[in-house]
């Protein structure tokens, strides 16, 4: 499977973005989609995870409330809505799949990438 985003860019604290992720097969119905982000310096981190048809969404803390995640198996997408973005947001964001719904926070678990879209969020 190969996953492609995008969607990012520059925006101000306060405003909105809305990632994309689309992959290149229709195995991307059975997988959980997930988003990771990576900051300046740091570890790539978990963002918002979705598990085939809906079953389960589980967002990091840190977004919660201000992050939606959606997917459409019908169109090999998945969106991450942003919301109320703020300057510690600012990382490159990837989209991951695996099959299966166990530890969905672990980065380690997942077999497909894709190549990153970054976001930068200024005050």
């Known amino acids: 499977v190969q996953l492609q985003a995008s969607g990012g860019g520059p925006v101000q604290a306060g405003g909105s973005l809305r990632l994309s992720c689309t992959a290149s097969?229709?195995?991307?119905?059975?997988?959980?989609q997930t988003w990771f982000r990576q900051g300046p310096g740091q570890e790539r981190t978990f963002v918002a995870a979705?598990?085939?048809?809906?079953?389960?969404?589980n967002y990091a803390d840190s977004v919660k409330g201000r992050f939606t995640i959606a997917r459409d198996n019908a169109k090999n997408t998945m969106w991450l809505q942003m919301d109320s973005l703020k300057p510690e947001d600012t990382a490159v964001y990837y989209c991951?799949?695996?099959?299966?719904?166990?530890?969905?926070?672990?980065?380690?678990?997942?077999?497909?990438w894709g190549q990153g879209t970054q976001v930068t969020v200024s005050s």
């Open positions: 979705i598990t085939r048809y809906n079953s389960l969404i």
């Open positions: 991951a799949s695996k099959y299966g719904a166990n530890n969905v926070r672990d980065r380690t678990t997942y077999d497909y």
């Open positions: 097969d229709r195995t991307f119905s059975t997988y959980t």
